[in-house]
Structure formats: structure tokens, C-alpha cells
């Protein structure tokens, strides 16, 4: 009778370790696609901040080659007007101003470069960015077709559980039962253990010999005295134990 009772809590436990890792499967699986798409909502960021750089270098670009051209034009007709320029001192005058214009156009022109060239490497930059964010949406994609289809399967081992656990259930009496539900509440899982050479594998710690010579003897149903979990000697239990065998054991 004792053994039987012990043996349908070990597989309560099993069955209890299992709904465990389904909720927490069910927990996290929304949570990978939030974290995916915090991912990509971070790639788009970067993204905008590439995009505004392109921005404002084209914008330079193009003011660059205004002004290059502004000055161009303004060169053409100094040089056109030098040819009816009466007196030296206005000539020179007309020089240095040609000369001005000159450097300024040659710094513009050495800027433009760097503006390309800085152009190039953003317009690179954006292309990896785009090509990850890419990515991301095919893999975004396939974990929101997959949510569905892991929460489908999970709830439906769930369901096949809960029906494995009362029938478990059946086997325990009632103040057992609610014990263990009770420690099920508030502590972490598992609620029975094992208690191996006089310790208690919940909480590690060894328990009295004399409530190890009670355990052994397997006649009523014994709680850890340190951290209140349902225990159980190990010898009477076999380490994977499936209902159909334990059956004969428990005679
Ligand atoms: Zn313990």
C-alpha cells in the first residue's frame, strides 16, 4: 500500500516535472519573438541613423557642386573682363581675386572626394544593415509560424497530462494529495525526492537516523524535516520507474 502510493507520486513528479517545462516553453516562446523583434526594431534604428548620414553628405555633395560651379561662372567672367581692364592696380586687384576663387574651388574639389568617399562607405554600411535586417524578417517569420504550431503542441501534452495526473491522483490519499499540492504551491519543483544514504536529494542535507529507520521500514509517508518535501528511500523506488512494472513491486 505504501510502496503503490509512493510510486504514483514519483510518477506525479514525473508528470509535474514535464508540465514544468511545457509552461515554461509556453512562457518563453512569445519571448523569443519579442527579442526578435527588439532585434530588428535595433537594426532599423541604425538603419535611420545611416540613412540621415546619406542624407546630409548628398546634401553636401550637391552644395559643394553649386558652388563649385557659382565660382566657375564668376572665374569665366573675371577672366573675360581682365582682357578690358584699363590700369595695373585694378588688374592686380582682379588677380588676386581669380587666385581666391581658384584655391577655393581646389579645396571644394579635394572635399568632394571625402564626401564620396565617405558616401561609399555609408551607402556600404546601409547594405549590410539591410541585408541583416533581411534576415531577421525571414527568421521573425518562421518563429511567428512556429509559435502557433508549439503552443498548439505543448497545450495538447498538457491536456494529456492534467488526465495522466488525476489519474495518478486516483492512487494517493486524499491528505497526501493535498500535501503535495500544497508543497507544489510553494515550493520550487520537485515536491518528492529521494533520500539517498540518509540525504535528502530536495535540499541536500542528511535527515535524522531515526526518521531514515522510519523511511526504510515504508510505512507511512514521510516529509523532509529541513525543507518539508515529500520523501522517499531510493532503494524502494526503481530509478525510471513506469506504472506498468512498479505494479508487481508494490505487492
Ligand atoms: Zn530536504
Redo the contacts with the bound molecule.
Keep these: 500500500m505504501y510502496l503503490k502510493q509512493i510510486e504514483q507520486l514519483v510518477v506525479l513528479q514525473k508528470v509535474d516535472d514535464e508540465i514544468v517545462i511545457l509552461q515554461d516553453e509556453l512562457k518563453r516562446a512569445p519571448l523569443q519573438i519579442s527579442e526578435l523583434e527588439k532585434r530588428r526594431q535595433e537594426i532599423e534604428e541604425s538603419a535611420e541613423i545611416v540613412r540621415d548620414k546619406l542624407k546630409y553628405l548628398t546634401d553636401q555633395q550637391k552644395r559643394l557642386e553649386s558652388e563649385i560651379e557659382t565660382d566657375s561662372v564668376r572665374l569665366k567672367k573675371s577672366k573675360s573682363k581682365m582682357m578690358m581692364v584699363g590700369n595695373t592696380k585694378e588688374y592686380h586687384a582682379m588677380m588676386r581675386e581669380m587666385d581666391n576663387l581658384e584655391k577655393q574651388n581646389r579645396g571644394r574639389e579635394e572635399e568632394k572626394i571625402t564626401v564620396a568617399e565617405e558616401l561609399a562607405r555609408q551607402n556600404l554600411e546601409l547594405k549590410t544593415i539591410d541585408e541583416r535586417s533581411g534576415g531577421l524578417g525571414v527568421e521573425l517569420a518562421a518563429a511567428r509560424q512556429s509559435l502557433d504550431e508549439r503552443i498548439a503542441v505543448a497545450k495538447a501534452r498538457l491536456t494529456e497530462l492534467e488526465a495522466r495526473r488525476a489519474e495518478a491522483g486516483q492512487a494517493v490519499p486524499k491528505p497526501i494529495l493535498q500535501r503535495y499540492e500544497f508543497i507544489r504551491s510553494r515550493l520550487k519543483n520537485p515536491v518528492i525526492?529521494p533520500v539517498n544514504a540518509g540525504i535528502?536529494?530536495?535540499?541536500?542535507?542528511s535527515?535524522p537516523p531515526q526518521s531514515f529507520i522510519e523511511l526504510q521500514k515504508g510505512v507511512q509517508i514521510l516529509s523532509?524535516?529541513?525543507?518539508?518535501?515529500l520523501?522517499y528511500w531510493s532503494d524502494h523506488i526503481a530509478p525510471e520507474p513506469t506504472p506498468e512494472t512498479e505494479e508487481t513491486t508494490a505487492e
Aim: some cysteine; proline content about 7%; glycine content about 6%.
Design positions: 525526492v535528502c536529494s530536495g535540499c541536500h542535507i535527515i523532509c524535516p529541513n525543507c518539508q518535501r520523501i
